[in-house]
């Protein structure tokens, strides 16, 4: 009964691959997020898409790309992956203006 | 633009100790105020939240008081556990397609 779940929780891969992390949210919720925390805890917003539209696209470099193929999806995809992208991502969702955000566990990606 | 600056940490306190991590807030209109926590190798959860001025927020222990006139967000909690050790987020939310400003997070430990 996991509200938001993401896989994979763990993702060890070399520089210049590419990689997927996927989210699904059983919540019945509108909105969806993806975030990435640094490791100073630094969260920053990324991507977050309302009923599978594309509503906040941070400065973020274009080798991300998410993807909603329904409300309850939002999957991310990372091309040519740099030391830099090492991080925590977390997916998120809510229902609405102000209402809180559900968090996923996050997924530790590191890149070598 | 949104801003949330909440203290720096670490914060170490003995167990029963008194709690206090200040959060201040700059944003346009009328934003709601939230406290998330994230323990060790988990996502973020909501503690608490208040979305008017003068509200107070409160769960398993924690309170909060939405303080207009101070742009103010203190969490506070009589008398901390061990199981209270995480690190605490305070954010806000002005609306408009739920983008969410995080404060930096301020990791609390307590010793036994």
């Known amino acids: 009964d996991t509200a938001v779940s993401q896989t994979p929780k763990y993702l060890v891969t070399q520089m210049g691959n590419d990689k997927s992390i996927k989210c699904e949210q059983n919540l019945g919720h509108d909105t969806m997020y993806w975030y990435k925390q640094d490791s100073k805890k630094f969260l920053k917003i990324m991507f977050s898409y309302n009923n599978k539209e594309l509503i906040i696209n941070e400065t973020v470099p274009n080798r991300f790309s998410p993807k909603s193929p329904d409300k309850a999806h939002l999957n991310l995809h990372i091309n040519s992956l740099e030391l830099g992208d090492s991080a925590v991502y977390f997916c998120?969702?809510?229902?609405?203006?102000?209402?809180?955000?559900?968090f996923g566990n996050g997924t530790r990606l590191t890149v070598t | 633009g949104n801003s949330v600056t909440q203290m720096e940490g670490p914060v170490t306190l003995s167990e029963e100790a008194f709690l206090t991590i200040n959060c201040t807030y700059t944003?346009?209109?009328?934003?709601?105020l939230f406290w998330y926590v994230q323990y060790p190798g988990e996502g973020l959860q909501l503690l608490l939240k208040?979305?008017?001025?003068?509200d107070k927020g409160s769960n398993k222990g924690f309170e909060a008081t939405y303080r207009k006139e101070t742009t103010s967000f203190h969490l506070e909690k009589g008398s901390v556990q061990v199981s209270d050790s995480a690190v605490y987020f305070c954010a806000l939310n002005s609306g408009g397609y739920q983008k969410v400003t995080f404060g930096t997070g301020t990791k609390l430990q307590v010793i036994p």
């Open positions: 998120a969702s809510s229902q609405e203006q102000n209402s809180p955000l559900h």
């Open positions: 208040a979305t008017k001025a003068d």
């Open positions: 944003a346009t209109g009328y934003p709601s």
